[in-house]
């Protein structure tokens, strides 16, 4: 099965702060998906990368992925409560999509 | 963009009784459909990937015997949680993959998501 290792696994900052999550995988990946979620409901989409070096901004978070295709970071700029939830990285393999192990943001007001 | 829904969103069945979940791609074919299992706190965990006319190809651990997935159209998968217990309680998200005009066919769209509890 593909591997997606995300850190930190929790992260708690506090507001205003930046912050950034990490996500690798063992193999090259076809594309790398970000996801915000709460747990019991949906995934909000926040951006796909498929270019190696490709990076991507979506109001005050930055994605970027590595040029052999392997790693990605999501930065968080002047976080907010707003940001605070889980973000999953998704790796499309081709075959098969699978997710990271996830990291869970808090931000203390 | 591309729809994807679940139903139920949300279910609660007794311990020993079956349950199916459907997923549904309301605007698209979806040639492709992947089920996710989600336990509090937890990433999700890809437990099968299903294409349309055939057996779903399930990932390591995942018992097909209790978790069977049906595709048996480009519109339409199940999942049937089979003797559910309580340790199946957990939240279930289905994605899917096709073809439409506009839309890539290598991107996901997931549905809702439905909680299952089992008591």
């Known amino acids: 099965s593909q591997e997606l290792e995300q850190s930190p696994q929790s992260l708690i900052v506090q507001e205003g702060k930046n912050l950034t999550i990490n996500c690798t995988s063992s193999k090259t990946l076809y594309g790398l998906y970000w996801y915000k979620q709460k747990y019991g409901e949906g995934l909000i989409f926040l951006m796909m990368?498929?270019?190696?070096?490709e990076e991507k901004s979506h109001e005050k978070i930055t994605a970027k992925l590595d040029e052999k295709k392997q790693q990605s970071s999501l930065h968080i700029t002047a976080s907010q409560p707003s940001h605070a939830g889980i973000y999953l990285c998704?790796?499309?393999?081709?075959?098969?999509?699978?997710f990271g192990t996830g990291t869970s943001l808090t931000v203390i007001p | 963009g591309a729809v994807v829904s679940q139903h139920p969103s949300w279910v609660i069945c007794k311990s020993g009784t079956s349950v199916k979940i459907e997923c549904r791609s309301l605007d698209f074919q979806a040639t492709t459909m992947f089920w996710y299992r989600q336990f509090p706190k937890q990433s999700l965990m890809l437990m099968a990937t299903?294409?349309?006319?055939?057996?779903?190809?399930?990932e390591q651990g995942v018992e097909k015997d209790k978790f069977l997935i049906n595709h048996a159209s480009l519109t339409l998968s199940t999942l049937t949680v089979t003797s559910a217990h309580p340790e199946d309680s957990s939240f279930y998200i289905c994605?899917?993959?096709?073809?439409?005009?506009?839309?890539?066919?290598?991107?996901?769209?997931f549905g809702p998501g439905t909680r299952l509890t089992v008591t």
């Open positions: 994605s899917a993959r096709g073809l439409r005009d506009r839309i890539s066919p290598y991107e996901q769209y």
């Open positions: 990368l498929q270019k190696g070096g």
């Open positions: 299903s294409n349309e006319g055939s057996k779903a190809t399930y």
């Open positions: 998704g790796a499309d393999t081709g075959n098969q999509f699978y």
